[in-house]
Protein backbone atom coordinates (compact mmCIF):
# COMPACT_ATOMS: atom_id res chain seq x y z
CA UNK A 1 0.00 0.00 0.00
CA UNK A 2 1.22 3.74 -0.83
CA UNK A 3 -0.38 6.42 1.45
CA UNK A 4 -0.71 10.19 -0.41
CA UNK A 5 -1.31 13.00 1.76
CA UNK A 6 -3.15 15.41 -0.06
CA UNK A 7 -1.11 18.91 0.86
CA UNK A 8 -2.53 21.93 -1.04
CA UNK A 9 -5.05 24.88 -0.81
CA UNK A 10 -4.66 28.30 1.09
CA UNK A 11 -7.19 27.84 3.62
CA UNK A 12 -8.15 31.00 3.27
CA UNK A 13 -11.65 30.68 6.74
CA UNK A 14 -8.12 30.58 8.80
CA UNK A 15 -7.47 34.12 7.29
CA UNK A 16 -4.92 35.94 8.29
CA UNK A 17 -2.70 33.47 10.15
CA UNK A 18 -3.32 31.69 6.71
CA UNK A 19 -1.72 32.63 3.22
CA UNK A 20 -1.08 31.67 -0.34
CA UNK A 21 2.21 30.10 0.95
CA UNK A 22 0.85 28.79 4.49
CA UNK A 23 -1.92 26.91 4.32
CA UNK A 24 -3.57 25.54 7.71
CA UNK A 25 -1.93 22.72 7.67
CA UNK A 26 1.14 24.66 8.93
CA UNK A 27 -0.93 26.98 11.42
CA UNK A 28 1.01 25.75 14.64
CA UNK A 29 -2.10 25.83 17.00
CA UNK A 30 -2.47 22.22 18.13
CA UNK A 31 -0.78 21.90 22.23
CA UNK A 32 1.01 18.81 22.43
CA UNK A 33 0.82 16.43 26.05
CA UNK A 34 4.41 18.30 26.29
CA UNK A 35 2.96 21.89 26.47
CA UNK A 36 4.10 22.62 22.87
CA UNK A 37 2.29 23.94 19.95
CA UNK A 38 2.34 21.78 16.70
CA UNK A 39 0.52 22.02 12.98
CA UNK A 40 -1.69 19.50 11.81
CA UNK A 41 0.76 18.40 9.48
CA UNK A 42 3.54 17.57 12.45
CA UNK A 43 0.40 16.47 13.91
CA UNK A 44 -0.73 13.53 11.18
CA UNK A 45 2.91 12.57 10.57
CA UNK A 46 3.68 11.66 14.22
CA UNK A 47 0.91 9.74 14.42
CA UNK A 48 1.89 8.09 10.76
CA UNK A 49 5.12 7.65 12.66
CA UNK A 50 3.56 5.98 15.52
CA UNK A 51 1.55 3.63 13.48
CA UNK A 52 4.29 2.59 11.44
CA UNK A 53 2.92 3.48 8.48
CA UNK A 54 5.26 6.99 7.31
CA UNK A 55 8.07 4.54 5.47
CA UNK A 56 5.37 4.39 2.86
CA UNK A 57 3.48 7.73 2.78
CA UNK A 58 4.04 10.54 0.41
CA UNK A 59 3.16 14.20 0.49
CA UNK A 60 1.44 15.72 -2.74
CA UNK A 61 1.80 19.23 -2.49
CA UNK A 62 3.05 22.85 -4.89
CA UNK A 63 6.09 24.11 -5.15
CA UNK A 64 5.23 27.29 -2.81
CA UNK A 65 4.68 24.21 -0.16
CA UNK A 66 8.13 22.69 -0.18
CA UNK A 67 9.75 25.09 2.30
CA UNK A 68 7.00 25.13 4.69
CA UNK A 69 6.82 20.65 4.91
CA UNK A 70 10.80 21.06 4.94
CA UNK A 71 10.92 23.31 8.07
CA UNK A 72 8.08 21.53 9.65
CA UNK A 73 8.83 18.04 8.97
CA UNK A 74 12.33 17.64 7.82
CA UNK A 75 14.16 16.93 4.63
CA UNK A 76 13.67 13.38 4.40
CA UNK A 77 9.78 13.15 3.73
CA UNK A 78 9.05 11.89 0.27
CA UNK A 79 7.10 14.49 -1.37
CA UNK A 80 5.03 14.48 -5.10
CA UNK A 81 5.67 18.53 -6.58
CA UNK A 82 2.76 19.68 -8.59
CA UNK A 83 4.05 22.30 -10.54
CA UNK A 84 0.90 23.98 -9.88
CA UNK A 85 -2.16 24.38 -8.11
CA UNK A 86 -5.13 22.80 -9.68
CA UNK A 87 -7.42 20.61 -8.01
CA UNK A 88 -7.44 16.82 -6.22
CA UNK A 89 -8.00 15.05 -9.41
CA UNK A 90 -4.57 16.43 -11.18
CA UNK A 91 -2.88 15.90 -7.54
CA UNK A 92 -3.76 12.35 -7.58
CA UNK A 93 -3.15 11.54 -11.20
CA UNK A 94 0.41 12.76 -10.66
CA UNK A 95 0.82 10.82 -7.95
CA UNK A 96 -0.31 7.76 -9.54
CA UNK A 97 1.78 8.32 -12.46
CA UNK A 98 4.67 9.02 -9.78
CA UNK A 99 4.36 5.52 -8.70
CA UNK A 100 3.78 3.95 -12.32
CA UNK A 101 6.75 5.23 -14.38
CA UNK A 102 9.21 6.88 -11.48
CA UNK A 103 8.61 3.93 -8.91
CA UNK A 104 7.57 1.00 -10.96
CA UNK A 105 5.09 0.15 -8.79
CA UNK A 106 2.86 -2.82 -9.53
CA UNK A 107 -0.64 -2.06 -11.02
CA UNK A 108 -2.42 -3.93 -8.08
CA UNK A 109 -1.20 -2.26 -5.58
CA UNK A 110 -3.74 -0.05 -3.52
CA UNK A 111 -3.04 3.70 -3.33
CA UNK A 112 -4.37 5.13 -0.64
CA UNK A 113 -5.08 9.14 -0.85
CA UNK A 114 -6.21 11.20 2.03
CA UNK A 115 -5.97 15.24 3.18
CA UNK A 116 -2.91 15.82 5.08
CA UNK A 117 -5.42 18.20 7.70
CA UNK A 118 -7.84 15.74 9.45
CA UNK A 119 -8.35 16.05 13.48
CA UNK A 120 -8.45 12.27 14.59
CA UNK A 121 -7.33 9.21 16.85
CA UNK A 122 -4.96 7.60 16.32
CA UNK A 123 -7.66 4.33 15.85
CA UNK A 124 -8.47 6.03 12.39
CA UNK A 125 -5.45 4.78 10.92
CA UNK A 126 -6.18 1.60 11.87
CA UNK A 127 -9.15 1.88 8.89
CA UNK A 128 -7.18 3.24 7.17
CA UNK A 129 -4.93 0.44 6.86
CA UNK A 130 -8.09 -1.57 5.99
CA UNK A 131 -8.84 0.06 2.98
CA UNK A 132 -6.31 -2.31 1.25
CA UNK A 133 -7.92 -5.27 2.39
CA UNK A 134 -11.37 -3.51 1.58
CA UNK A 135 -10.76 -3.29 -1.92
CA UNK A 136 -8.95 -6.95 -2.66
CA UNK A 137 -12.27 -8.88 -1.29
CA UNK A 138 -14.97 -6.46 -2.21
CA UNK A 139 -13.10 -6.27 -5.73
CA UNK A 140 -14.52 -2.70 -6.06
CA UNK A 141 -13.17 -0.44 -7.81
CA UNK A 142 -13.27 3.14 -5.13
CA UNK A 143 -12.98 2.08 -1.37
CA UNK A 144 -13.19 5.23 1.04
CA UNK A 145 -13.83 5.83 4.84
CA UNK A 146 -17.36 6.94 5.77
CA UNK A 147 -17.00 8.92 9.37
CA UNK A 148 -20.44 8.28 11.52
CA UNK A 149 -22.07 11.70 11.86
CA UNK A 150 -22.51 13.38 15.21
CA UNK A 151 -25.56 15.77 13.77
CA UNK A 152 -26.71 16.65 10.95
CA UNK A 153 -24.23 19.36 9.88
CA UNK A 154 -24.19 21.44 7.00
CA UNK A 155 -20.28 21.48 6.65
CA UNK A 156 -19.28 18.06 5.17
CA UNK A 157 -20.32 15.76 2.10
CA UNK A 158 -21.94 12.61 3.00
CA UNK A 159 -22.34 9.33 1.47
CA UNK A 160 -25.35 7.12 0.74
CA UNK A 161 -25.50 3.54 1.33
CA UNK A 162 -27.42 1.16 -0.86
CA UNK A 163 -30.84 1.37 0.85
CA UNK A 164 -31.72 -2.24 2.83
CA UNK A 165 -28.18 -3.55 2.75
CA UNK A 166 -26.31 -4.76 5.56
CA UNK A 167 -22.48 -4.15 6.28
CA UNK A 168 -20.65 -7.19 5.04
CA UNK A 169 -18.34 -9.49 7.08
CA UNK A 170 -15.87 -7.81 5.84
CA UNK A 171 -16.62 -4.54 7.13
CA UNK A 172 -17.92 -2.53 4.43
CA UNK A 173 -20.95 -1.01 2.68
CA UNK A 174 -22.03 -0.43 -0.97
CA UNK A 175 -22.25 3.13 -1.87
CA UNK A 176 -25.50 4.12 -3.82
CA UNK A 177 -24.66 8.11 -4.60
CA UNK A 178 -23.16 10.96 -2.74
CA UNK A 179 -24.51 14.42 -1.49
CA UNK A 180 -22.55 17.74 -1.14
CA UNK A 181 -22.65 19.82 2.21
CA UNK A 182 -26.76 20.02 2.33
CA UNK A 183 -29.11 21.93 3.82
CA UNK A 184 -29.62 20.76 7.69
CA UNK A 185 -33.04 19.30 7.15
CA UNK A 186 -31.47 17.50 4.06
CA UNK A 187 -29.22 16.49 6.28
CA UNK A 188 -31.15 14.81 8.90
CA UNK A 189 -33.23 12.96 6.08
CA UNK A 190 -29.48 11.82 5.08
CA UNK A 191 -28.73 10.47 8.82
CA UNK A 192 -32.22 8.89 8.65
CA UNK A 193 -30.74 6.22 5.63
CA UNK A 194 -27.66 5.74 7.64
CA UNK A 195 -25.33 8.06 5.46
CA UNK A 196 -21.73 8.59 6.49
CA UNK A 197 -19.79 11.87 6.47
CA UNK A 198 -17.26 11.80 3.13
CA UNK A 199 -13.94 12.87 4.74
CA UNK A 200 -11.99 12.88 1.60
CA UNK A 201 -10.21 9.81 2.32
CA UNK A 202 -10.04 7.47 -1.06
CA UNK A 203 -8.30 3.95 -1.96
CA UNK A 204 -8.10 2.49 -5.65
CA UNK A 205 -5.52 0.24 -7.06
CA UNK A 206 -2.97 1.70 -8.99
CA UNK A 207 -4.17 0.41 -12.69
CA UNK A 208 -7.63 1.63 -12.20
CA UNK A 209 -6.50 4.70 -12.45
CA UNK A 210 -3.77 4.65 -14.94
CA UNK A 211 -6.53 2.95 -16.83
CA UNK A 212 -8.88 5.89 -16.66
CA UNK A 213 -5.79 8.28 -17.82
CA UNK A 214 -4.85 6.21 -21.17
CA UNK A 215 -8.94 6.17 -22.35
CA UNK A 216 -8.93 9.85 -21.61
CA UNK A 217 -5.46 10.24 -23.68
CA UNK A 218 -3.54 11.42 -20.91
CA UNK A 219 -0.02 11.17 -20.22
CA UNK A 220 0.90 8.51 -17.88
CA UNK A 221 4.42 9.21 -18.00
CA UNK A 222 5.29 11.12 -14.94
CA UNK A 223 7.30 13.94 -17.06
CA UNK A 224 4.93 13.85 -19.33
CA UNK A 225 1.81 14.56 -17.46
CA UNK A 226 4.00 17.67 -15.57
CA UNK A 227 4.62 19.44 -18.95
CA UNK A 228 0.53 18.60 -19.90
CA UNK A 229 -0.37 19.80 -16.01
CA UNK A 230 -2.01 23.04 -16.83
CA UNK A 231 -3.98 21.19 -19.21
CA UNK A 232 -5.77 18.89 -17.07
CA UNK A 233 -9.02 20.07 -15.64
CA UNK A 234 -9.49 21.79 -12.38
CA UNK A 235 -11.59 19.33 -11.06
CA UNK A 236 -12.09 17.29 -7.58
CA UNK A 237 -11.48 14.06 -7.34
CA UNK A 238 -15.11 13.26 -6.00
CA UNK A 239 -16.36 14.77 -9.06
CA UNK A 240 -14.13 13.59 -11.51
CA UNK A 241 -13.79 9.72 -10.37
CA UNK A 242 -15.21 8.66 -7.37
CA UNK A 243 -18.98 9.50 -8.35
CA UNK A 244 -18.50 7.83 -11.90
CA UNK A 245 -16.75 4.39 -10.90
CA UNK A 246 -19.49 1.16 -11.20
CA UNK A 247 -18.48 0.02 -7.71
CA UNK A 248 -17.93 2.18 -4.34
CA UNK A 249 -17.80 0.47 -1.32
CA UNK A 250 -17.05 2.19 2.02
CA UNK A 251 -16.11 1.15 5.95
CA UNK A 252 -17.68 3.33 8.22
CA UNK A 253 -15.33 4.82 10.94
CA UNK A 254 -17.15 5.97 14.67
CA UNK A 255 -14.28 7.83 16.70
CA UNK A 256 -13.09 11.57 16.40
CA UNK A 257 -12.73 12.86 13.26
CA UNK A 258 -13.04 16.83 12.97
CA UNK A 259 -12.22 19.19 9.75
CA UNK A 260 -10.86 21.85 11.71
CA UNK A 261 -11.12 23.95 8.24
CA UNK A 262 -12.80 27.08 10.01
CA UNK A 263 -12.13 29.41 13.39
CA UNK A 264 -14.96 27.11 15.19
CA UNK A 265 -14.30 24.28 14.62
CA UNK A 266 -10.87 24.86 15.46
CA UNK A 267 -10.79 27.12 18.41
CA UNK A 268 -13.08 24.17 19.78
CA UNK A 269 -9.99 21.97 19.81
CA UNK A 270 -7.84 24.60 20.93
CA UNK A 271 -6.66 24.04 25.25
CA UNK A 272 -5.82 27.85 25.86
CA UNK A 273 -7.77 30.78 25.21
CA UNK A 274 -4.98 32.93 24.47
CA UNK A 275 -2.08 31.82 22.18
CA UNK A 276 0.52 34.26 21.86
CA UNK A 277 0.45 37.98 23.46
CA UNK A 278 -3.41 38.59 25.10
CA UNK A 279 -5.78 39.12 27.80
CA UNK A 280 -9.23 38.11 27.30
CA UNK A 281 -11.70 39.25 30.42
CA UNK A 282 -13.94 36.67 32.61
CA UNK A 283 -17.11 37.77 30.80
CA UNK A 284 -15.62 37.12 27.56
CA UNK A 285 -17.16 33.46 27.92
CA UNK A 286 -16.06 31.07 24.46
CA UNK A 287 -13.77 33.87 23.31
CA UNK A 288 -10.23 33.00 21.57
CA UNK A 289 -7.14 35.67 20.48
CA UNK A 290 -4.29 33.96 18.42
CA UNK A 291 -1.60 36.46 18.02
CA UNK A 292 1.31 36.41 16.14
CA UNK A 293 1.74 40.03 16.46
CA UNK A 294 4.59 41.58 18.94
CA UNK A 295 1.80 43.78 20.75
CA UNK A 296 -0.69 42.56 23.05
CA UNK A 297 -4.48 42.49 22.13
CA UNK A 298 -7.52 42.30 25.14
CA UNK A 299 -10.83 41.41 24.90
CA UNK A 300 -13.28 42.72 27.32
CA UNK A 301 -17.62 41.64 27.32
CA UNK A 302 -17.45 39.95 23.75
CA UNK A 303 -18.59 36.28 24.08
CA UNK A 304 -18.25 33.73 21.37
CA UNK A 305 -15.70 35.50 19.12
CA UNK A 306 -12.51 34.47 17.81
CA UNK A 307 -9.71 37.48 17.17
CA UNK A 308 -6.97 36.81 15.03
CA UNK A 309 -3.98 38.65 14.48
CA UNK A 310 -0.44 38.41 11.99
CA UNK A 311 1.38 40.04 9.91
CA UNK A 312 -1.14 39.60 7.18
CA UNK A 313 -4.06 41.51 9.12
CA UNK A 314 -6.61 40.74 11.78
CA UNK A 315 -9.91 39.33 12.27
CA UNK A 316 -12.59 39.22 14.43
CA UNK A 317 -15.36 37.62 14.00
CA UNK A 318 -18.49 35.62 15.30
CA UNK A 319 -17.61 32.49 15.91
CA UNK A 320 -20.72 30.90 13.90
CA UNK A 321 -19.39 33.28 10.89
CA UNK A 322 -16.50 32.86 10.81
CA UNK A 323 -16.61 30.79 7.87
CA UNK A 324 -17.56 34.08 5.82
CA UNK A 325 -13.85 35.31 5.77
CA UNK A 326 -13.35 33.01 3.16
CA UNK A 327 -15.25 35.45 0.79
CA UNK A 328 -14.41 38.31 2.35
CA UNK A 329 -10.37 37.85 2.09
CA UNK A 330 -10.88 37.82 -1.78
CA UNK A 331 -11.02 41.09 -2.09
CA UNK A 332 -7.31 41.91 -0.21
CA UNK A 333 -5.06 42.02 -2.57
CA UNK A 334 -1.12 41.35 -1.25
CA UNK A 335 1.90 39.33 -0.69
CA UNK A 336 1.92 37.33 1.64
CA UNK A 337 3.45 39.39 5.24
CA UNK A 338 4.99 35.85 6.43
CA UNK A 339 6.32 32.92 5.46
CA UNK A 340 7.88 29.91 6.81
CA UNK A 341 11.18 28.50 4.99
CA UNK A 342 13.80 25.56 4.70
CA UNK A 343 16.11 28.23 6.32
CA UNK A 344 14.25 29.74 9.20
CA UNK A 345 11.21 32.56 8.34
CA UNK A 346 10.53 36.22 7.92
CA UNK A 347 8.09 38.91 7.97
CA UNK A 348 7.61 41.84 6.14
CA UNK A 349 7.48 45.10 7.62
CA UNK A 350 6.97 47.51 5.32
CA UNK A 351 6.22 48.13 1.77
CA UNK A 352 5.81 51.39 -0.51
CA UNK A 353 6.80 53.05 -3.67
CA UNK A 354 8.16 55.98 -4.49
CA UNK A 355 6.90 58.65 -7.12
CA UNK A 356 9.68 57.35 -9.37
CA UNK A 357 8.01 53.89 -9.47
CA UNK A 358 11.11 52.39 -7.54
CA UNK A 359 9.30 49.79 -4.84
CA UNK A 360 11.38 49.56 -1.58
CA UNK A 361 10.21 46.56 0.65
CA UNK A 362 11.86 45.75 4.31
CA UNK A 363 12.08 42.28 5.77
CA UNK A 364 12.74 40.98 9.10
CA UNK A 365 14.68 37.74 8.40
CA UNK A 366 15.77 34.80 11.08
CA UNK A 367 17.83 31.82 10.13
CA UNK A 368 18.11 29.02 11.88
CA UNK A 369 21.49 28.04 12.97
CA UNK A 370 23.31 26.16 10.76
CA UNK A 371 20.89 26.82 8.33
CA UNK A 372 21.41 28.57 4.59
CA UNK A 373 20.01 30.68 2.33
CA UNK A 374 21.04 29.34 -1.67
CA UNK A 375 23.89 30.81 -3.78
CA UNK A 376 21.92 32.97 -5.72
CA UNK A 377 21.27 36.40 -7.63
CA UNK A 378 18.04 39.05 -8.59
CA UNK A 379 17.66 40.22 -11.74
CA UNK A 380 15.61 42.78 -10.77
CA UNK A 381 16.38 44.13 -7.52
CA UNK A 382 19.19 45.45 -5.04
CA UNK A 383 19.59 44.37 -1.37
CA UNK A 384 20.77 45.86 1.53
CA UNK A 385 21.03 43.61 4.26
CA UNK A 386 22.22 44.27 8.32
CA UNK A 387 23.51 42.06 10.41
CA UNK A 388 21.08 42.79 13.99
CA UNK A 389 21.98 39.91 15.85
CA UNK A 390 24.05 36.30 15.43
CA UNK A 391 27.08 35.24 13.21
CA UNK A 392 27.78 33.77 10.05
CA UNK A 393 29.50 33.60 6.98
CA UNK A 394 28.20 35.29 4.11
CA UNK A 395 29.80 35.35 0.16
CA UNK A 396 29.74 37.70 -2.31
CA UNK A 397 30.86 37.16 -5.85
CA UNK A 398 32.29 34.06 -4.70
CA UNK A 399 33.90 36.04 -1.76
CA UNK A 400 33.57 34.63 1.54
CA UNK A 401 33.46 36.88 4.67
CA UNK A 402 32.31 36.45 8.18
CA UNK A 403 29.34 38.73 9.89
CA UNK A 404 28.19 39.74 12.96
CA UNK A 405 25.93 41.64 14.94
CA UNK A 406 26.05 45.32 13.38
CA UNK A 407 27.36 44.57 9.88
CA UNK A 408 25.47 46.24 6.46
CA UNK A 409 26.51 44.19 3.47
CA UNK A 410 25.55 45.59 0.09
CA UNK A 411 24.26 43.18 -2.54
CA UNK A 412 23.93 44.94 -6.04
CA UNK A 413 21.18 43.62 -8.83
CA UNK A 414 23.00 40.41 -9.96
CA UNK A 415 25.17 39.75 -7.48
CA UNK A 416 25.88 36.70 -6.76
CA UNK A 417 25.32 36.15 -2.73
CA UNK A 418 24.56 33.62 -0.08
CA UNK A 419 24.65 33.48 3.47
CA UNK A 420 24.46 30.76 6.43
CA UNK A 421 23.60 31.26 10.11
CA UNK A 422 27.18 29.99 12.55
CA UNK A 423 24.65 31.47 15.60
CA UNK A 424 20.91 32.02 14.88
CA UNK A 425 21.22 35.23 12.60
CA UNK A 426 18.42 37.89 12.87
CA UNK A 427 18.48 40.33 9.99
CA UNK A 428 16.80 43.33 8.83
CA UNK A 429 16.74 42.95 4.22
CA UNK A 430 15.71 46.10 2.17
CA UNK A 431 15.24 44.81 -1.36
CA UNK A 432 14.87 48.04 -3.84
CA UNK A 433 13.99 47.78 -7.58
CA UNK A 434 10.56 48.02 -10.06
CA UNK A 435 9.28 44.38 -9.20
CA UNK A 436 10.00 42.81 -5.73
CA UNK A 437 8.68 38.99 -6.02
CA UNK A 438 9.96 36.18 -4.39
CA UNK A 439 10.14 34.57 -7.79
CA UNK A 440 13.21 36.93 -8.74
CA UNK A 441 15.69 34.37 -7.82
CA UNK A 442 18.37 32.48 -9.95
CA UNK A 443 19.51 29.23 -7.53
CA UNK A 444 22.98 28.70 -8.60
CA UNK A 445 23.70 26.44 -5.19
CA UNK A 446 20.99 25.14 -2.53
CA UNK A 447 24.02 22.92 -0.79
CA UNK A 448 26.65 25.27 1.64
CA UNK A 449 29.23 22.24 1.01
CA UNK A 450 28.57 22.56 -2.81
CA UNK A 451 29.31 26.31 -2.76
CA UNK A 452 32.06 25.82 -0.70
CA UNK A 453 33.55 23.75 -3.63
CA UNK A 454 33.00 25.68 -6.09
CA UNK A 455 34.93 28.41 -4.63
CA UNK A 456 37.95 26.32 -3.79
CA UNK A 457 37.78 25.06 -7.90
Same mark, same amino acid.
Given at each position: ?????????????????????????????????????????????????????????????????????????????? *?????????????????????????? !???????? /???????????????????????????????????????????? #????? !???????????? $???????????????? @??????????????????????????????????? @????????????? &???? /??????????????????? +???????? &??????? #?? +?????????????????????????????????? &??? *????????????????? %????????????????? @?????????????????? @???????????????SEVWTIVAGIGEFVLN?????????????? $???????????????? %????? #???? /??? &????LFMSWDDLLDSLRQ
Amino acid at each position: MRLVLLSGGTGKRLWPLSNESRSKQFLKTIRTPDDEMESMIQRIWKQLKTKKMDHSAYISTSKTQVDMITSQLGSNVP *LIIEPERRDTYPAIALAATYFYSKQG !VDLNEVIV /VMPVDPYTDYQFFDKVKELEDTIRQSDADIALIGVQPTSPSEKY #GYIIP !VQNTLKTSEGYI $PVDSFTEKPSKDEAAK @LLRQNALWNCGVFSFRLGYLIQLLEEKKLPVEFDE @LVEKYDQLPKISF &DYEV /VEKADRVVAIPYHGTWRDL +GTWDTLTA &DIQTKVI #GK +GIISDDSSNTHVVNELDIPIAVVGVPNVVVAASP &DGI *LVSEKSESHRVKDLVKK %IDQRPMFEERRWGWYRV @LDYQTRTDGTDILTKRLC @LYAGKNLSYQYHQMRSEVWTIVAGIGEFVLNDRLIRVKAGDVVRI $PVHAKHAIKAIEELEI %IEIQM #GTRL /VEE &DIVRLFMSWDDLLDSLRQ
